[in-house]
């Protein structure tokens, strides 16, 4: 009964490959997140889609590239990957609307070491 | 851009001690939310705030949203060892729960038993 999961847990790969993470939600939520935690600890935020839509893209390579296939998934491929995107990345759902009681669930991460 | 400060940026205490930490901004948000942070897991809500001056409780922990709406307050009291972890202040301009959350860069929490 996983909230929001994501897959694979650890990926370790060589610099200039391509991946791909995935997440799901079985929470009913319309809104997916991507972020970026860096080694700090940092948590910064990436993408977001809202029924399949992207709302909120930051500034972020063009070597990222997020898809929603439906409102329940959203999947990150990276291309190109590079040393400096070794990084934790998690997933999180909400529900659009008014927020009160209504936030973000998080995933479990996806640890990328880039090699 | 927008940008939080907590502090302190990490704490060492004795097991039962009181814990409090802080989350300040240059600017006004509208909602304030505390993430816990297990290692190797991913961020939980805490609590959440949704009104200036509201104070809300959880248990042992106790956030306050500044009259200001410029900061936050996190209280633990009796802290345990399982309260260690990484505590995370957020913000967010607008009461829609899809608007950008603004996370502050973290509290490190260690518990001495």
């Known amino acids: 009964d996983t909230a929001v999961s994501q897959t694979p847990k650890y990926l370790v790969t060589q610099m200039g490959n391509d991946k791909s993470i995935k997440c799901e939600q079985n929470?009913?939520?319309?809104?997916m997140y991507w972020y970026k935690q860096d080694s700090k600890k940092f948590l910064k935020i990436m993408f977001s889609?809202?029924?399949?839509?992207?709302?909120i893209n930051e500034t972020v390579p063009n070597r990222f590239s997020p898809k929603s296939p439906d409102k329940a998934h959203l999947n990150l491929h990276i291309n190109s990957l590079e040393l400096g995107d070794s990084a934790v990345y998690f997933c999180?759902?909400?529900?659009?609307?008014?927020?009160?009681?209504?936030?973000?669930?998080f995933g479990p991460g996806t640890r990328l070491t880039v090699l | 851009g927008q940008q939080l400060n907590q502090s302190p940026q990490s704490m060492f205490i004795q097991e039962g001690e009181d814990v409090s930490m802080n989350c300040t901004s240059s600017?006004?948000?509208?909602?304030w939310l505390w993430y816990k942070q297990d290692p190797g897991e991913g961020p939980v809500l805490l609590i959440a705030?949704?009104?200036?001056?509201e104070l809300t409780s959880n248990g042992r922990l106790t956030a306050q949203f500044g009259i200001t709406r410029k900061d936050s307050f996190l209280n633990i009291s009796a802290s345990i060892p399982s309260d260690v972890g990484i505590y995370f202040c957020?913000?967010?301009?607008?009461?829609?729960?899809?608007?950008?959350?603004?996370f502050g860069p973290g509290t490190s929490l260690s518990v001495i038993p």
């Open positions: 999180a759902s909400v529900k659009s609307g008014q927020g009160i009681g209504n936030e973000q669930f």
């Open positions: 929470l009913g939520h319309d809104t």
């Open positions: 889609y809202n029924n399949k839509e992207l709302i």
């Open positions: 600017s006004i948000f509208n909602t």
């Open positions: 705030l949704y009104k200036a001056g």
């Open positions: 957020a913000g967010r301009r607008f009461k829609t729960s899809y608007d950008k959350v603004i």
